[in-house]
T-cell receptor, first 114, second 116 residues
Framework: GNSVTQMEGPVTLSEEAFLTINCTYT??????LFWYVQYPGEGLQLLLK?????DKGSNKGFEATYRKETTSFHLEKGSVQVSDSAVYFC?????????????FGDGTTLTVKP | SAVISQKPSRDICQRGTSLTIQCQVD?????MFWYRQQPGQSLTLIAT?????????ESGFVIDKFPISRPNLTFSTLTVSNMSPEDSSIYLC?????????????FGPGTRLTVL
C-alpha cells in the first residue's frame, strides 16, 4: 500500500533561516504529491502540488520537486517568516479512481522565532 | 475549486451519546471522503461516500460506529456513535476535483469534537 514518511519534528528556526522538511513516499502506482499546511486553529490548506516526475510545485516562497528516482518530495523555503509557523503535511494520492483517498505523513510542526 | 462547509464547527459531548456532522459542498461531486485527525496526529481516512450507494470503510472503521449518509451530490453526514473520549478528534470532509492538470483535493474546515 501507499505510505508517506516525513521528517520528525518539531522544527524551530529563526526568522530568515532556510527550511527543509524531508518527505519520502512509497506508492504502488504513479501518485500525485502534495504539501498541506495547517495554521494554528485553522483547517487544512493545500500549499503546493506536483503530478509528475521532475515537476516543481511552488507557492508563497515554498518549493518542492517530485523526485521519482529517490521517491522524495522535500519542502524548502529560502527564508522563513514568523507567519510560516504551522504544521506541514506531506501527502500523496493515486491519479486513478482512488485519487481522493490521500495518504498523509505524520506532520511536521514548524515554529519560527523572531 | 470546491468550497466546503461543515456543521457544527466544534462540539463537546458526553460519553455514550452520538453526534452527526454535516458536510455541504458548493458544487456537485461524485465522491466525498471523511477523515479523522486525532490530537497531535495525522489525518486518517475513515470512509468514502458515493451518492446512491453504501459508504466504503477503511480498515479499522465500521459502519455501526461511523454511519454515513450521502443523499445527494452536494451533501453528506457522518455520525459518531456511542462516543468515548478516544473519539475526540477533528473530523474533516473532503472532495476531489479532477482537473486537466490532475486531481486536487479540497478539505472542509473540520469539526472539532471533544468527548468527556
Amino acid at each position: 500500500g501507499n505510505s508517506v514518511t516525513q521528517m520528525e519534528g518539531p522544527v524551530t528556526l529563526s526568522e530568515e533561516a532556510f527550511l527543509t522538511i524531508n518527505c519520502t513516499y512509497t506508492a504502488t502506482g504513479y501518485p500525485s504529491l502534495f504539501w498541506y499546511v495547517q495554521y494554528p486553529g485553522e483547517g487544512l490548506q493545500l500549499l503546493l502540488k506536483a503530478t509528475k516526475a521532475d515537476d516543481k510545485g511552488s507557492n508563497k516562497g515554498f518549493e518542492a520537486t517530485y523526485r521519482k528516482e529517490t521517491t522524495s518530495f522535500h519542502l524548502e523555503k529560502g527564508s522563513v517568516q514568523v507567519s510560516d509557523s504551522a504544521v506541514y503535511f506531506c501527502a500523496l494520492s493515486d491519479q486513478g479512481t482512488n485519487a481522493g483517498k490521500s495518504t498523509f505523513g505524520d506532520g511536521t510542526t514548524l515554529t519560527v522565532k523572531p | 475549486s470546491a468550497v466546503i462547509s461543515q456543521k457544527p464547527s466544534r462540539d463537546i459531548c458526553q460519553r455514550g451519546t452520538s453526534l452527526t456532522i454535516q458536510c455541504q459542498v458548493d458544487s456537485q461531486v461524485t465522491m466525498m471522503f471523511w477523515y479523522r485527525q486525532q490530537p497531535g496526529q495525522s489525518l486518517t481516512l475513515i470512509a468514502t461516500a458515493n451518492q446512491g450507494s453504501e459508504a466504503t470503510y477503511e480498515s479499522g472503521f465500521v459502519i455501526d460506529k461511523f454511519p454515513i449518509s450521502r443523499p445527494n451530490l452536494t451533501f453528506s453526514t457522518l455520525t459518531v456513535s456511542n462516543m468515548s473520549p478516544e473519539d475526540s478528534s477533528i473530523y474533516l470532509c473532503s472532495v476531489e476535483d479532477r482537473q486537466l492538470a490532475g486531481v486536487e483535493q479540497f478539505f472542509g474546515p473540520g469539526t472539532r469534537l471533544t468527548v468527556l
